[in-house]
């Protein structure tokens, strides 16, 4: 037998389960443009419906009781998320490359006048200048200034090179704290998720904070996640663990003062910590194999030609008729110069080969060097343009990799709006769609409030 | 698949990077004016542009060094020819001393020109270009015909041959070396000179009259030669010009974009700009609320 006042308690039942979607609705309004924020939904299902057997069999089955909203549950991906965590570890990876490439592209400034290469061009004419006079000073002068011109340009552009190396090193050690600041954010939020779910709620807001943090650390360092079931996630670098319910990793960055070098390590164990990839893979692969190359390149071909030059020269005559002078003073990249003593007297410059004044000999010699296989195995021009198609081609293919994986972040990151994004014309028509429910469920109450009080007011009198 | 207002933003923003990613790259071409701005731009067309900018280079040297090459055999040839006009002068000298039945004074007026024609041929033999001595072999600083007596001479001049890098595999001579063309004159006037004052007609008819000729044909070839090496230089000259002309054009083709071409692309680029962002005014302003009461 149904209690009297069994309307009431089920009206209020309809009040209360409408009133909390109208809230839940709000609460996706109000958040509409939050950052990793995911919809939220009331579920609401049928409260436990009132049927014992009883004498009195009561007809139809069970009586029903009205509502509950049993769990607001966000509305989520899992698999998006993966998707995107994926994209964006490869799309931090490749920017943070070919930002690197180009900026060293921009330091190397070919093709150009003002580059290596066109200083090059510069010295092979001033020598050339000099076979045409070779007993005059003037001629001898100019080529003494280009020689240095020639160093001067050298010298800046790997200085430039490794000004790059050392702010990347500085870059690397900033994202290493924020990775180690985010892990520290995700552990706290780590247990309070699983302490709420634990407990049988849903703890949808911090899900939301705790998938941002996990999509800012794959960005950083291209993490892998992994959901448990007690509601927790445990976090890999590659294969190795880096987060879950009991542990966090930290990362630590040291540089090597002589060399430059970086290497991360792994906080607690001191072992080697690789990035799987993410920004920190990128700038790692910048500063540890692009940048050491081309200035390592640059090195070798100096080095080369300066010793193949001085050797020519050591074999040529100055104007006083001595011989066995270097060129240029010991160095490579970054210290290269002209010899004192020929700096402060170019009549030494060794342009005869036999000591007598207008003898070019020695200069033609000099000359030839330009086509000559000076630097392994090949001329120094061919050599400087293998440099350059290198650097060109690198450039070219991140920016495709650099395109392609933004694409395809694009694509996932509208994905997942598509299945979390708050839709505000969705939303306005839920909150008609609750309103009205609301509206007639205060009309219900009503009305059983009338029932009750022709029972109560107006029954046997 | 369910479209929401935050997708509508997102493709909309995506859109406009794009058009405007075409947009800076069409701007980037038109305002430098080059197709090439970074070896990424065309890795393979910035390679051939190195290359092709360091053979201009190379080019533009060489034409200095012809240039240079030609002022040194240009005055080469005029000593030449004024040697040749001295040896001519010394044949007749020669000729009129070798008759037997000249007077004391008369042969002693013409050993006097002999002598004259003698300093005459050693100034010639210091012919300079800016005090670098045409005859002196590698010794060009100092002057290779100095007096020592009455036609007498040192002769300093090392045999050197001057050369000039005149193409990357082309070195060419460009001077005549003193001892091959000047020397041998000297010697015949100061034998003649000598000569005539002894009255030897008949040793002048015998030897000198012939050691005469034979340093005129020696004069002829070496001119013949400088001509010749001139002939070289001019071809060279006109191969350089034409080469120069083909590396430019091939340079432009690579590096240069086409004006027009750039033009309208960047016209393309503005009007997908536009298009995007009329689409995005148009669809990003309508909501349901605009239509509720």
Known sequence: MRSSFFGLELGFRGLIAQQRAIDVTGHNIANAHTEGFSRQRVNMTASPPLGTTSMHKIAGGHIGTGVVASSTTRLRDALLDHRFQLAQGRLGEWEQRSSVLHQIQYVIDEPGEMSIGGAFDQFWNSLSDVSNHPENIAARRALVETAAALADTINQRHADLQLIRKSLADMIDVTVSQVNATLVELRDINVLVQQSVAQGDNPNDLMDRRDLLLDRLARLTGVTVQHESRGDVTVFNGSQRILDISSMQQITMSVDPATGDVSLTWAGSGGEFVPAGGELKGMIAAHSEYLPEIIGDLETMVSSFMNEFNTVHRAGFGLDGVSGRDFFAPGTAGTMAVAQDMLAEPSYVAASASGAAGDNSGVLALMSLRHQAIVAGVPIDDYYGAIISRLGTRTRQADGAVDAALLIKQQVEIRRESVSGVSLDEEVTHLLRYQHAYGAAARFITTVDELLNTLINHMGR | ?293
């Open chain 2, 1 to 293: 698949m369910r479209v929401t207002s935050g997708m509508l933003t997102m493709g909309f923003t995506q859109r406009l990077h794009e058009r405007g990613k075409v947009l800076w790259d069409a701007y980037d071409e038109v305002s430098s004016g080059r197709k090439v701005n970074r070896p990424s731009d065309d890795p393979a067309s910035t390679v051939r542009i190195l290359q092709l900018q360091r053979l201009l280079s190379e080019r533009e040297q060489f034409e200095r060094n012809i240039a240079e090459s030609r002022l040194w055999l240009e005055l080469t040839d005029s000593a030449l020819e004024r040697l040749g006009d001295a040896v001519i002068r010394g044949r007749e000298l020669a000729v009129a001393g070798a008759s037997s039945t000249l007077p004391l004074e008369s042969r002693l007026a013409l050993a006097a020109e002999v002598d004259q024609l003698f300093e005459h041929v050693i100034q010639v033999g210091n012919s300079n270009l800016a005090e670098r001595y045409l005859f002196a072999g590698h010794n060009t600083l100092a002057r290779p015909y100095v007096i020592t007596g009455l036609n007498e001479y040192d002769f300093s001049g090392d045999g050197g041959e001057v050369v000039r890098q005149i193409s990357r595999d082309t070195t060419l001579a460009v001077g005549i070396d003193g001892a091959r063309v000047v020397s041998p004159v000297l010697d015949a006037l100061a034998d003649l000179a000598a000569a005539v004052r002894a009255g030897d007609s008949a040793g002048i008819n015998a030897t000198l009259l012939p050691q005469v000729e034979q340093a005129l044909d020696e004069l002829l070839a070496a001119r013949a030669e400088v001509g010749a090496r001139g002939n070289r230089l001019e071809r060279s000259q006109e191969s350089l010009l034409s080469s120069k002309l083909s590396l430019t054009s091939q340079l432009s083709d690579r590096q240069d974009a086409d004006f027009a071409e750039s033009i309208m692309r960047l016209r393309l680029a503005e009007a997908g700009y536009q298009g995007a962002l009329t689409a995005t005014s148009r669809v990003l302003q309508q909501t349901l609320l605009d239509y509720l009461r």
